[in-house]
C-alpha cells in the first residue's frame, strides 16, 4: 500500500511541476485526483481483507482439523480391551439319576 501511494503522489507531484493549471483547473484536478486515491484505497483496503480473511479461515479451519484428531487419538483409544472373565460353571438343574420309560 506504501508503494502504490508513493508512485501515485510521485505522479501527481510530476504532473503540477510541468504543467501550471489555472486556479479554477487546479481544483478541478485535485477533486479528480483526490476521488481517484479514494477509490484506490477502498479497493486496496478490501483486497486487504479479504486476505486476512482467508488466512483466518484457513488458521481456524487447521485448529479445528488438530482438535479433532487430537480427541480421535486419545490415550484411552490406543489402549487394548483387557480379557474377559471366564464365565462361572452352571449349576445342574436336575441331579437325578435317569431310568429308562419302557
Same mark, same amino acid.
Given at each position: 500500500m506504501i508503494n502504490g501511494s508513493r508512485i501515485i503522489m510521485g505522479a /501527481?507531484?510530476?504532473i503540477f511541476l510541468?504543467?501550471?493549471?489555472g486556479p479554477d483547473? &487546479? +481544483? !478541478?484536478v485535485q477533486k479528480k485526483v483526490a476521488e481517484r486515491v479514494s477509490v484506490f484505497r477502498k479497493k486496496r +483496503?478490501? &483486497?486487504?481483507? !479479504?486476505? /486476512? +480473511?482467508g488466512q !483466518? &479461515?484457513?488458521?481456524?479451519d487447521s485448529l479445528l482439523l488438530a482438535e479433532a484428531r487430537q480427541s480421535l487419538s486419545d490415550s484411552l483409544m490406543r489402549q487394548r480391551p483387557g480379557k474377559p472373565l471366564q464365565p462361572l460353571p452352571v449349576p445342574a438343574i436336575d441331579t437325578l439319576a435317569i431310568k429308562p420309560i419302557f
Open positions: /501527481l507531484g510530476m510541468f504543467s501550471y493549471c483547473q &487546479e +481544483i !478541478a +483496503i478490501q &483486497e486487504c481483507r !479479504a486476505t /486476512l +480473511i !483466518a &479461515e484457513h488458521i481456524v
